[in-house]
């Protein structure tokens, strides 16, 4: 049977799934956004930890243990920068929602949750995001057993409706 696809609007940090998703910067020693709020709720161990990694390149996913997070799993992939659309973003944003669904059926995740990756600081337009993310996430649990649950966590109104409309209602 296909896994499950929920859309939650709030805090990431919060959510009791096995893993949750990050969207870093490439040199993974954290930053602003949901990066900065991920590492505060985990506490300091995350980022020792991340310096064991060497940095991620975008479109790649890495992860470590969740430490003072209910999730047990952070799984850290970097987006792309918003160029104007024609360095190849779609794409490398395509590869951050399936090499983090790939690892996370690695790890035996039953559940993740991600952010909506990109859409902050590095400037993708939120309605050109979304549809690209609820494409990948349904691709991946048409055909994979794991996770059973995927929930895309939207952090305002206005990537909330998007992602609704992306659902289809
Ligand atoms: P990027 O650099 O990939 O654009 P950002 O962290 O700047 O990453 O933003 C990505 C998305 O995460 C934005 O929609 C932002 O509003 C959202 N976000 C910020 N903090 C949180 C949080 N605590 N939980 C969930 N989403 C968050």
């Not at 296909?2 to 096995?18: C, M, N, R």
């Not at 990066?35 to 996913?61: K, T, V």
Request: net charge negative; aromatic share 6%.
């Amino acid at each position: 049977m296909a896994g499950s696809i929920d859309l939650v609007l709030g805090d990431i940090t919060t959510l009791e799934v096995d893993a949750i998703v990050n969207a870093a910067n490439p040199s993974l020693l954290g930053g602003g956004g949901v990066d900065g709020a991920i590492h505060r709720a985990a506490g300091p161990e995350l980022l020792q930890e991340c310096r064991f990694l060497g940095g991620c390149e975008p479109g790649e996913a890495k992860h470590t243990q969740g430490y003072r997070l209910p999730a047990r799993w952070v799984i850290h992939t970097v987006g792309p920068i918003w160029h104007g659309g024609r360095r190849g973003e779609e794409e490398t944003l395509r590869d951050c929602y399936r090499h983090s669904l790939l690892l996370a059926e690695e790890l035996g995740a039953t559940s993740v949750a991600f952010p909506s990756i990109s859409t902050g600081v590095y400037g993708y337009p939120v309605e050109r995001a979304v549809p690209v993310a609820v494409q990948e996430v349904r691709r991946h649990v048409e055909q994979a057993t794991l996770p059973q649950r995927v929930v895309l966590v939207a952090f305002d109104e206005r990537t909330h409706e998007a992602y609704r409309d992306a659902l289809g209602g």
